[in-house]
C-alpha cells in the first residue's frame, strides 16, 4: 500500500465506504436518466481515485489501471458537480456535457500520452508535468466554484427551498474539499516543500483522511437521496413520491388542467406556451423542470403529446372520414405535414398511416 495511508484501520473504513459509492455510482449510472448517470460517475471517480492512490506503487506504471483509476481521474469532478445541477434547468444537455469535460480530456489524454508514450521525457519532467495537472484542477475548481454559485442562485427561483439547501450543501462542501486536497499538492510546486509544513502545521497528521471520511459519508448520503432506483425500493414508494422538489406543483397542475384538458388551447396552430404561462403567472423554468420531472418531457414534446392524443381520437370517428389525416392533424395545432409525421412517428412508434391500417385491422 501507498505509505502516505499508514492506517490500517482507516484505510478499511475508507475501503468499505468507497465500494458502497461505486454500488450505489452504478445503480446510478443504469438509471439511464443524464442527472443520474452524472451522479453516479462523480460516486465512481471519487471511489477509484481514492483505490489508484492507495495502490499506487502496483498501479503507478500499468496503463490499463491508470485508464481506469488513476491518470488525474478528479480532474473531472469539477465539471461533473456543476453539471450534475446545470442539466435541471437548460437545454441542449448533450452539447452542456461535452463542452464543460473537453477540458479535461484534453488535459488527461496528454498526461496519459505522455506518461506512457514519452516515458523519459515522463520522468525526467514528471515535477513540471504533475505541477501543471494540478494547478489546472486548481483553476477548474476555482472555475466552476464561482459559475456555481450564480447558478445556485438561479435554481433558488426554482427548487423548494430544503432542495435547494441540500443542492447547495453538496455543491459548496464537495468543491470547497477539492480546493483543500489540490492546494495541499500545489503549494509544494509554486512554494517549496518547507511552505507546505508551514501552513499545514497546525493540523494532525489524520486530519486528510477524517476530512475524506465525513465528506464522502455525506456524498453516499446525498447519492442515496438522489437515487430514484434505491429510494422507492427502500423507503417505499408513497414516502419516495412525497421527496418533491419544485415549488407551487399545484399551480402548474391547475395551470395543465385548465390550459391543456379543458380549454384545449393546443388545439390552435398558434398556441403560444410562454403567453399562456405569463397570463396563468406560472413560472416557465419552474413548468420546464415539472415536465422533465414528472413526465420527462419538453414542453414541445408535452404539447405534441396532447395533439396527437386528440388526433386519434379524432380520426376514430366516422364524421372525419371526408378529411384527410393532414386536414385532421391541422385541426389539433399541427402546421404541416412533416412536423405532424415526425412528431406522431416519435410518439407513437409507427406513421399516422401506419396507425391506421393497425386500428382497422383491429376493429
Same mark, same amino acid.
Given at each position: 500500500m501507498n505509505t502516505n495511508?499508514?492506517?490500517?484501520?482507516?484505510?478499511?473504513?475508507?475501503?468499505? $465506504?468507497?465500494?458502497? &459509492?461505486i454500488i450505489l455510482g452504478i445503480f446510478n449510472i443504469l438509471n439511464r436518466r443524464l442527472r443520474n448517470i452524472i451522479l453516479g460517475s462523480l460516486c465512481c471517480l471519487l471511489a477509484m481515485s481514492f483505490i489508484y492512490t492507495i495502490y499506487w506503487p502496483k498501479f503507478n506504471m500499468n496503463l490499463s489501471a491508470n485508464i481506469l483509476l488513476g491518470g488525474y481521474k478528479h480532474m473531472f469532478l469539477?465539471?461533473? @458537480?456543476y453539471l450534475y445541477m446545470? !442539466? &435541471?434547468?437548460?437545454?441542449?444537455?448533450?452539447?452542456?456535457? $461535452?463542452?464543460?469535460?473537453?477540458?479535461? @480530456? /484534453?488535459?488527461?489524454?496528454?498526461?496519459?500520452?505522455?506518461?506512457?508514450?514519452?516515458?523519459?521525457?515522463?520522468?525526467?519532467?514528471?515535477?513540471?508535468? *504533475?505541477?501543471? /495537472?494540478?494547478?489546472?484542477?486548481?483553476?477548474?475548481?476555482l472555475f466552476y466554484f464561482i459559475k456555481g454559485l450564480l447558478l445556485l442562485k438561479e435554481l433558488k427561483i426554482i427548487l423548494l427551498p430544503p432542495i435547494h439547501k441540500r443542492y447547495t450543501i453538496f455543491f459548496v462542501v464537495m468543491s470547497l474539499y477539492g480546493i483543500v486536497l489540490v492546494s495541499e499538492a500545489i503549494i509544494p510546486f509554486l512554494f517549496g516543500e518547507e511552505k507546505l509544513k508551514a501552513t499545514s502545521s497546525f493540523l494532525s497528521s489524520n486530519f486528510y483522511i477524517n476530512i475524506a471520511i465525513i465528506v464522502n459519508l455525506g456524498m453516499l *448520503?446525498?447519492?442515496?437521496?438522489?437515487?430514484?432506483? &434505491?429510494?422507492?425500493?427502500?423507503?417505499?414508494?408513497?414516502?419516495?413520491?412525497?421527496?418533491?422538489? @419544485?415549488k407551487n406543483n399545484e399551480k402548474i397542475i391547475a395551470f395543465i388542467n385548465d390550459v391543456f384538458d379543458t380549454q384545449k388551447l393546443f388545439l390552435n396552430t398558434d398556441?403560444? &406556451?410562454?403567453?399562456?404561462?405569463?397570463?396563468?403567472? !406560472?413560472?416557465?423554468?419552474?413548468f420546464?423542470?415539472? =415536465?422533465?420531472?414528472?413526465?420527462?418531457?419538453?414542453?414541445?414534446?408535452?404539447?405534441?403529446?396532447?395533439? !396527437?392524443?386528440?388526433?386519434?381520437? =379524432? *380520426?376514430?370517428?366516422?364524421?372525419?372520414n371526408k378529411y384527410s389525416l393532414l386536414g385532421i392533424a391541422n385541426k389539433v395545432g399541427f402546421n404541416s405535414k412533416a412536423t405532424f409525421y415526425r412528431n406522431f412517428k416519435n410518439i407513437e412508434g409507427v406513421t399516422p398511416k401506419e396507425y391506421l391500417q393497425i386500428t382497422k385491422n383491429i376493429e
Open positions: 495511508f499508514p492506517d490500517m484501520l482507516m484505510n478499511g473504513i475508507l475501503i468499505c $465506504l468507497y465500494s458502497q &459509492l469539477p465539471s461533473l @458537480i446545470l !442539466v &435541471l434547468i437548460k437545454k441542449n444537455q448533450n452539447h452542456l456535457i $461535452l463542452k464543460n469535460l473537453i477540458p479535461p @480530456i /484534453i488535459v488527461h489524454s496528454f498526461y496519459l500520452s505522455v506518461k506512457f508514450g514519452f516515458n523519459a521525457f515522463y520522468i525526467s519532467n514528471i515535477i513540471n508535468l *504533475v505541477g501543471f /495537472i494540478n494547478i489546472f484542477i486548481f483553476a477548474s475548481y *448520503v446525498f447519492a442515496f437521496i438522489e437515487s430514484p432506483s &434505491l429510494k422507492p425500493i427502500l423507503l417505499g414508494e408513497k414516502i419516495y413520491t412525497g421527496f418533491d422538489t @419544485i398556441f403560444d &406556451l410562454k403567453l399562456s404561462l405569463k397570463a396563468s403567472q !406560472v413560472n416557465e423554468k419552474e420546464k423542470l415539472f =415536465l422533465k420531472k414528472e413526465f420527462n418531457k419538453s414542453p414541445i414534446e408535452f404539447i405534441n403529446t396532447y395533439r !396527437v392524443e386528440a388526433f386519434k381520437k =379524432l *380520426v376514430a370517428l366516422s364524421e372525419n
